[in-house]
């Protein structure tokens, strides 16, 4: 990639700012942690860890997995489009979607 290519993708983040497009989806049950991490954005990685035990799957599942899919089927007109893709080591899918049954009973 040469540094005019760079130029024009800088300049296409730039300009996806200023429409508003750069916002990302809201942490739905932690609202406090939009104004830290700036909301589940495409392209960025952030890495969770702690102690074995301390809930960092379920954090996981309910900030990024299942609070963004919420979020989408509660605002049905958002601008962007969304593909969730979870990959787990530790749980199968349906031991995951067991527990989202559960977190919402």
Same mark, same amino acid.
């Given at each position: 990639?040469?540094?005019?290519?760079?130029?024009?993708? +800088?300049? &296409?983040?730039?300009?996806?700012?200023? $429409?508003?497009? %750069?916002?990302?989806?809201? =942490?739905?049950?932690?609202?406090?942690?939009?104004?830290?991490?700036?909301?589940?954005?495409?392209?960025?990685?952030?890495?969770? +860890?702690? &102690?074995?035990?301390?809930?960092?799957? $379920?954090?996981? %599942?309910?900030?990024?997995? =299942?609070?963004?899919?919420?979020?989408?089927?509660?605002?049905?007109?958002?601008?962007?489009?969304?593909?969730?893709?979870?990959?787990?080591? &530790?749980?199968?899918?349906?031991?995951?979607?067991?527990?989202?049954?559960?977190?919402?009973?």
């Amino acid at each position: 990639m040469n540094l005019k290519d760079i130029n024009e993708k +800088f300049n &296409e983040q730039v300009a996806r700012g200023e $429409a508003g497009l %750069n916002t990302g989806i809201p =942490f739905k049950r932690f609202s406090t942690l939009s104004d830290y991490v700036c909301n589940i954005q495409q392209g960025r990685l952030d890495t969770i +860890f702690a &102690e074995t035990g301390s809930g960092k799957s $379920a954090f996981v %599942n309910a900030a990024y997995v =299942f609070g963004g899919i919420e979020y989408y089927l509660d605002n049905p007109g958002y601008r962007h489009n969304i593909e969730v893709i979870h990959y787990s080591l &530790e749980l199968k899918g349906e031991t995951q979607l067991a527990k989202y049954i559960s977190s919402r009973v």
